[in-house]
């Protein structure tokens, strides 16, 4: 690698670096805070919250990587610009295409980072904070058994036990039932057990009344039990056997086997569309750090910056991004569109190469393209 290119490969990496910490810090900071409030909320320890935020971590990087790749891109060939670097080295006869170089082996680096943590990280992640998830829902003393406290451990029900004793009888529990949308149901018990179930545990409520209210006619039935079961297992997130498509791996999807399908709750189209949404996205921001990097190589030097180019290279990815969100729409109707991810790749290092054969050509005119 010739000299130039390793120079600017190295303000590449450290500016890209740079803009990574920052961006991932804030992101991550943002969905922390949404996970203290959910976590602390529902009793877990700081351990636990701490586990989360770093299983959200690779999410993170998938989303922040492309962009830091764009920023630093233009970052870099804006100051190389103003400093007169690059002209010194168009100069010395190096061409737009030539100069592009580094930036495309950058560009490779970034793929190469997000193509590892595409197929292999972030499934993994994603499986385990599954998991994680499944088992604090599943542990519903630290959400239910509460004493003296209105509790709702989901939308539009309400909780209330009065006493929870040693062996773990609860005394005096109150539960209201509104998710139908049609009535509420409220149950009162003098005492309620907790009992294992198939899928998710029973409240056992002993000795009640259960009262249902309809204000469509505006009349309360009731009805007096010795014991009655209710299923709690609503009031969790537990996900039991199903998966969600980005927990799978990039071979099981791109397969789409009938037991897969089945499991995951999804059809064929979602499962090619997360495949290739997999295979395509590395190569987007290989893509966006060459639009900075071509579209500030248009137009003359100015005193005043290149905030025109780096206009024109925002709008640019930006209707990349547009493209890309349109195919994949299509993709999730028909599983045959699901190739056409790379569709957004094609056209962007079209228009990468478009514009560097036009800074070339402005540089040293049309007659300079003679043989």
């Known amino acids: 690698m010739a000299?130039?290119?390793?120079?600017?490969?190295?303000?590449?990496?450290?500016?890209?670096?740079?803009f990574s910490l920052v961006l991932i810090g804030v992101q991550w900071v943002n969905q922390a805070v949404s996970l203290f409030d959910t976590l602390v909320g529902d009793g877990q320890t700081l351990g636990v919250f701490l586990e989360f935020t770093a299983l959200t971590l690779p999410n993170v990087i998938r989303v922040v990587l492309p962009v830091s790749a764009f920023v630093a891109a233009v970052y870099v060939t804006n100051r190389l610009a103003?400093?007169?670097?690059?002209?010194?080295?168009?100069?010395?006869?190096?061409?737009a295409r030539r100069?592009?170089?580094?930036?495309?082996?950058?560009?490779?680096?970034?793929?190469?980072?997000?193509?590892?943590?595409?197929?292999?990280?972030?499934?993994?992640?994603r499986a385990q904070l599954a998991e994680r998830r499944a088992d604090i829902a599943e542990n519903i003393t630290a959400r239910m058994l509460t004493e003296g406290d209105f509790l709702h451990p989901a939308r539009d029900v309400t909780l209330y036990i009065r006493n929870i004793t040693e062996a773990g009888a609860m005394e005096e529990v109150f539960l209201s039932d509104a998710r139908s949308g049609s009535g509420r149901t409220d149950y009162s018990a003098a005492q309620a057990v907790l009992v294992p179930g198939d899928e998710a545990p029973k409240l056992v409520m002993i000795d009640g009344l259960a009262q249902l209210f309809d204000p469509a006619d505006r009349r309360l039935a009731t009805l007096r039990f010795d014991d009655l079961t209710y299923d709690v297992g609503a009031l969790i997130s537990g996900r039991g056997d199903?998966?969600?498509?980005?927990?799978?791996?990039?071979?099981?999807?791109?397969?789409?086997?009938?037991?897969?399908?089945?499991?995951?709750?999804a059809d064929r189209a979602e499962f090619h569309h997360e495949a290739w949404a997999r295979l395509a996205h590395p190569f987007l921001?290989?893509?966006?750090?060459?639009?900075?990097?071509?579209?500030?190589?248009?137009?003359?030097?100015?005193?005043?910056?290149?905030?025109r180019q780096i206009t024109?290279?925002?709008?640019?990815?930006?209707?990349?991004?547009?493209?890309?969100?349109?195919?994949?729409g299509l993709?999730?109707?028909?599983?045959?569109?699901?190739?056409?991810?790379?569709?957004?790749?094609?056209?962007?290092?079209?228009?990468?190469?478009?514009?560097?054969?036009?800074?070339?050509?402005?540089?040293?005119?049309?007659?300079a393209e003679a043989p």
């Not at 580094?102 to 292999?120: D, E, K, N, S």
């Not at 990039?250 to 709750?265: F, K, N, S």
């Not at 190739?339 to 040293?364: I, K």
């Open 99 to 125: 100069l592009a170089r580094p930036v495309l082996l950058f560009g490779l680096i970034v793929a190469v980072f997000l193509t590892v943590l595409m197929h292999w990280l972030m499934p993994a992640s």
């Open 242 to 265: 199903r998966v969600d498509t980005r927990e799978l791996g990039t071979a099981t999807l791109l397969r789409a086997a009938p037991e897969d399908l089945d499991r995951a709750g």
């Open 3 to 18: 000299r130039f290119d390793r120079y600017v490969l190295s303000q590449l990496l450290v500016v890209f670096g740079f």
């Open 82 to 95: 103003t400093e007169s670097e690059l002209v010194v080295m168009q100069a010395t006869g190096l061409s």
């Open 331 to 367: 993709a999730l109707r028909d599983a045959a569109f699901a190739p056409l991810a790379f569709l957004p790749v094609l056209a962007a290092m079209g228009a990468c190469a478009a514009m560097l054969w036009l800074a070339d050509r402005a540089r040293h005119g049309p007659a």
């Open 312 to 328: 024109g290279a925002a709008v640019l990815l930006v209707s990349v991004q547009l493209l890309n969100n349109a195919l994949a």
């Open 285 to 307: 921001a290989m893509a966006g750090a060459l639009i900075g990097f071509a579209t500030l190589r248009l137009g003359a030097f100015s005193r005043f910056g290149l905030w």
